[in-house]
Every structure is written in structure tokens, then in C-alpha cells.
């Protein structure tokens, strides 16, 4: 099983006591835990980086830490270090606990982005109608260059290309919040070939910006609704979880399918950044009946920081316990097995559409991967925003100065098809793209495209 997203996990833990600036010598002892950790709990830090350019990051953070820093900015700061190891799974949580205090103040920036090919970013229109319109181009906010902002975002981001673009794009508010800009927002831009400034005095609240990016963090993990009578859409945002509650979501979903006589079917997975891989199993019971899987097993790095969690979570009678430190647990697991749950009376026989996309992430992916690989569904829509084989297994702790929480990788996950050579994301198997102008426009490629081959 693969772990969701830091930020999916830690939303609301870790709130022990935390200054909000730390000295100079407490953000560089931090620095060295987390190097600790990393090299102790890791399964290879250095499988797209070298240990001299890891290195030579660090000392160039520390080099630009001031006699004291806020814990705000050093979050940033250890994004600069995490980003070269170029590993999603191993950052700082995206949003910090730690900062609760500000999450219901309207200290965020009001605005949601897009981003052309160019790295150019626009308003979408979903934030400040009639004041920042729909396809402006954002300039800057409070003097700082946004495309500058988007792009060194990007960089602290791991993973894929397009991953790192889609995460920096959709957190860009909470990132210039980290950055120390506050309201009021003298936003600068460009419409219709004329610059413009507006000066926006108060700011949203946390859920307010990121809740249609992130719809699992405000209490929507999943939704389902019948398009013109013909397509039924389950729209799945995340895998995070106990099983109970999709077990009942997909039963009542599919009872619905089945006495609407629905043919057609879409499973809209592009806003899923994973969680638990069985919730996953639930869900492929519904309408499929062939054997399949979902991984081929992994390579796990065995530490003591590891196995300590584990007891912790009270999980004593693991295997993983009983490898030795320092070493590396090979589980293969390449045979396809049948399908884990199958529903009777709900089971679904029509066309199945499973769509993906830059944020298709972890167990998601995993999903992704054994139905494109066993051919369970037609994926359409966007490639995903992980490779097949990547890490995963996180190892969770809090630095102990800053008390900013962090994720480490512990181990690589290899994909369906068994071959740890493989190096790309899930290919689609009819590829649709949303393009900045669909998002500024609202409009869906693949919702239209759904209605089409349904006719």
C-alpha cells in the first residue's frame, strides 16, 4: 500500500507548542535531523540526485539562513533541499499544522491560478468575480513576480514535470502565505492587452483556497451524480481512509446505476493523490471479475525509525519488524490475484471510463496502473503525475526545533507490470487535454467527451 500526500495526513496533527521564529542555530540543527533522517530512513536518496549536489543544496540553504528565521520561511527553505531529492513522498506536510492558528483568517490570497506551457499564470475566474476577471494574467501580488513564484515553486516540488507544475499552480496562495505576504494584496495584471492594479483588502480563509484543488481536505473525499440520464460519474478524490465508508458509497452508487439502467460509466480519478490501496480493491469488485493487480511489489529500506513507528501505531506483529536494520526488504509480488471484493447485486457490466491526470498520485496511480495494465477500464484524459515505479511508505516526524512536520520515503514501489525498469507515469489509453483555456472557461474535454460516446 502506498500513502497518500504529506498534506493529506497532518492536517491537524502536530500541535504541540512551536515558536514562530527559531535562531540560526536551532533552523541549521534542524537541517541536520532531517539529513539524519533521511539517510537512516530512505530508500535511496540519491536515485535522481548525486550525494555532491544534495550536499552542496544544504550548504547553500544554511549559507542563506539569517540570525533568526521564521518558521514560516524555513519551511520554504527546507523545500529547496527536498525538491533536488525529486521524491513527492519525502517533503515537509504541504500544509503545516503547526500554522492552525491562521487557518480561519483571511490572510490568504483570494485567488486561484492557471498556468500555460510558457509558465505565464492566470486568474481561472473562480475567485473575485467582477474584480479579477477570468483569463487576467497575473503580473504580481504585493510587488513579487508571480510566473517567478509559480516556477520556483515548481522547483521545490518532487516528481514528475507536470506534477510539480500542478501542485506550485494550486498552492501558490498558501506559498506566498509561507513567503510572508499578507493583506492587503496589491495585485497587478494584464487583461485584454490593458494593465491593470487592484488592491484586494482582506483575504480568504485556508478551506476557501484550497478546497476545489484539494476537495478531499473540506470534507468532500467523494461525490457521484447521473449526466443526462445516460452517464453515471463517480468522482473519487482520494483512497485515504477505513473501508466502511466506501464500501456503502460504491454500494449505493452502483444500486443506483442498476435501476437507472445506466450503460455507461466514468470515474473521474484526477484530483486523487491516494491513501489506502484496499479502498481501491472495493471499488474494481463493482465491475470487474478478472484477476489483476495493483503493485509488484517493493524494495523497502528497514531502519529503526521505521520499525519504532510502526510499534507506535501499535502495529507490533509486522514482518518488517523482523528484518534487519540497514537493510533492504525485497517483496516481490508479480501474480495476479482475483479480485479482493465482488459485489452481486450492484455489479456493473457496461462500458467503464477511468480518468487520470497530473494529480492522479500513490495509490491512485496504483489503481491507475492495474486497470490500464489489465485492461479493466478505458483510461482517458491526462497521463498521471507519478512514474509506475516510484517511492512510497512514508516515515512521519517533526523536526525538533521548528517543529515543522515532515514525510521520508522508505521504500520503492514497483508497478503492475513487474519491470523495475519502467520509467514513465500511466499513459492514458485515449489522451484528452484540459487545456488553461478549458479551466478559464470552465469547460471539460472529458465531461463532453463522456456525453459523446455515450449517445
Not at 518558521?71 to 520554504?76: C, K, M, P, Y
Not at 523497502?300 to 506483529?317: A, F, V
Not at 477511468?354 to 483510461?379: D, H, P, Q, Y
Request: contains cysteine.
Amino acid at each position: 500500500m502506498k500513502t497518500a500526500l504529506p498534506f493529506l495526513f497532518v492536517f491537524f496533527t502536530f500541535l504541540s507548542g512551536f515558536a514562530q521564529r527559531i535562531s540560526k542555530a536551532e533552523a541549521i540543527a534542524d537541517i541536520d535531523y532531517l539529513h539524519q533522517v533521511i539517510r537512516a530512513a530512505h530508500y535511496n536518496p540519491f536515485l535522481y540526485t548525486t550525494e555532491v549536489k544534495y550536499t552542496q543544496k544544504i550548504n547553500q540553504v544554511k549559507s542563506t539562513i539569517p540570525d533568526s528565521i521564521e518558521t514560516r520561511l524555513f519551511t520554504l527553505k527546507l523545500e529547496e533541499i527536498t525538491g533536488l531529492i525529486d521524491d513527492a513522498h519525502t517533503a515537509p506536510t504541504f500544509i503545516q499544522s503547526i500554522f492552525k492558528a491562521d487557518f480561519r483568517k483571511p490572510v490568504f490570497l483570494p485567488l486561484s491560478f492557471v498556468a500555460d506551457k510558457k509558465g505565464k499564470t492566470y486568474s481561472d475566474g473562480k475567485a473575485l468575480p467582477g474584480i479579477i476577471p477570468a483569463g487576467a494574467e497575473i503580473i504580481s501580488v504585493n510587488g513579487t513576480s508571480v510566473q517567478k513564484f509559480y516556477q520556483e515553486s515548481a522547483l521545490r516540488v518532487g516528481g514528475l514535470q507536470t506534477y510539480r507544475n500542478e501542485i506550485a499552480i494550486k498552492m501558490i496562495g498558501y506559498n506566498l502565505y509561507l513567503s510572508g505576504i499578507r493583506p492587503p494584496f496589491k495585485i497587478a495584471y494584464q487583461y485584454q492587452h490593458k494593465k491593470e492594479v487592484k488592491t484586494i483588502e482582506n483575504g480568504s480563509i485556508l478551506r476557501d483556497l484550497i478546497g476545489d484543488a484539494f476537495p478531499n481536505l473540506v470534507g468532500k473525499p467523494y461525490s457521484f451524480k447521473i449526466l443526462e440520464d445516460k452517464v453515471a460519474w463517480i468522482e473519487l478524490n482520494t483512497l485515504e481512509g477505513d473501508y466502511h465508508p466506501y464500501l456503502k458509497f460504491f454500494d449505493s452508487c452502483f444500486t443506483v446505476i442498476k435501476q437507472k439502467k445506466i450503460k455507461t460509466l466514468a470515474i473521474d480519478i484526477r484530483k486523487n493523490t491516494g491513501g489506502n490501496s484496499i479502498n481501491a480493491d472495493l471499488l474494481l469488485g463493482f465491475f470487474n471479475s478478472k484477476k489483476y493487480t495493483l503493485s509488484g511489489g517493493k524494495n523497502w529500506k528497514i531502519s529503526q525509525l521505521y520499525k519504532d513507528q510502526l510499534i507506535k501505531q501499535g502495529d507490533s506483529s509486522n514482518n518488517y519488524l523482523k528484518q534487519p536494520n540497514n537493510s533492504t526488504w525485497q517483496r516481490p509480488n508479480c501474480e495476479p490475484y482475483d479480485p479482493k471484493y465482488a459485489s452481486d447485486e450492484a455489479f456493473f457490466n457496461g462500458r467503464v471510463y477511468m480518468i487520470t491526470g497530473a494529480m492522479t498520485f500513490s495509490s491512485a496511480n496504483m489503481l491507475a496502473n492495474g486497470v490500464k495494465k489489465f485492461k479493466l477500464a478505458m483510461l482517458i484524459g491526462e497521463p498521471t503525475g507519478e512514474n509506475t515505479n516510484d517511492f512510497g511508505e512514508a516515515y512521519r516526524f517533526q523536526l525538533p526545533n521548528s517543529k515543522i512536520g515532515f514525510s521520508v520515503s522508505t521504500s520503492l514501489d514497483f508497478g503492475a507490470d513487474c519491470n523495475d525498469k519502467t520509467k514513465h507515469p500511466v499513459l492514458p489509453d485515449h489522451e484528452i487535454e484540459t487545456s488553461y483555456l478549458d479551466k478559464i472557461k470552465g469547460l471539460d474535454p472529458v465531461l463532453q467527451y463522456m456525453l459523446k460516446v455515450s449517445e
